[in-house]
T-cell receptor, first 111, second 115 residues
Framework: DAGITQSPRHKVTETGTPVTLRCHQT?????MYWYRQDPGHGLRLIHY???????DKGEVSDGYSVSRSKTEDFLLTLESATSSQTSVYFC??????????FGPGTRLTVL | AQSVTQLGSHVSVSEGALVLLRCNYS??????LFWYVQYPNQGLQLLLK??????LVKGINGFEAEFKKSETSFHLTKPSAHMSDAAEYFC?????????????FGEGTQLTVNP
């Protein structure tokens, strides 16, 4: 079974500080995704990766960067966090037939 | 560009009643369509998916959905609601593999089941 861990699971930070969220998969799935979930908006794609060092932007990528130096890890960085980035962040992997399997989420609060 | 519209941000039914959650999509390519469920403070779990095989798709927990190309719809149904079905439900459409197989989600429908 596909397995995803996200760390941290909860984080409170202050405006202007850098934040990095980590997504780790236990298998070698090529595609990985970062989404944010906000009330009334469903989930929106921030960035995705289609291989080591291969990434592309999603619909809400401003203020975020990503890196993927190993197949199993996909990092999401907020260079300078803002209150508008308070959200729940989900990592996902593409497993089969365009189906995506989601991690447990990270709840980020920016004060 | 893909888009998904879920009609009704909140749906309330009585236990034992029919559940109908509506989803309409737009897609420039033959779609992959999905329904996910999210229980409180949890991640998303796949309920069912349409991948151009049978138009009536059966999923977990007694849910099913019918793909209707002429109506660009993929509504989710369950004949008899159970208290444990209370959750938020998301419809999603997948982009092509050349565009990263990205998912575009609807805004979600919160299902309440009343005793």
């Amino acid at each position: 079974d596909a397995g995803i861990t996200q760390s941290p699971r909860h984080k409170v930070t202050e405006t202007g500080t850098p934040v990095t969220l980590r997504c780790h998969q236990t298998e070698n799935h090529r595609y990985m995704y970062w989404y944010r979930q906000d009330p009334g908006h469903g989930l929106r794609l921030i960035h995705y990766s289609y291989g080591v060092k291969d990434t592309d932007k999603g619909e809400v990528s401003d203020g975020y960067s990503v890196s993927r130096s190993k197949t199993e890890d996909f990092l999401l960085t907020l260079e300078s966090a803002t209150s508008s980035q308070t959200s729940v962040y989900f990592c996902a992997i593409r497993i089969a037939g365009n189906e995506q399997f989601f991690g447990p989420g990270t709840r980020l609060t920016v004060l | 560009a893909q888009s998904v519209t879920q009609l009704g941000s909140h749906v309330s039914v009585s236990e034992g009643a029919l559940v109908l959650l509506r989803c309409n999509y737009s897609s420039s390519v033959p779609p992959y369509l999905f329904w996910y469920v999210q229980y409180p403070n949890q991640g998303l779990q796949l309920l069912l998916k349409y991948t151009s095989a049978a138009t009536l798709v059966k999923g977990i927990n007694g849910f099913e959905a019918e793909f209707k190309k002429s109506e660009t719809s993929f509504h989710l149904t369950k004949p008899s609601a159970h208290m444990s079905d209370a959750a938020e439900y998301f419809c999603a459409v997948s982009d092509s593999e050349t565009s990263g197989s990205r998912l575009t989600f609807g805004e979600g429908t919160q299902l309440t089941v009343n005793p």
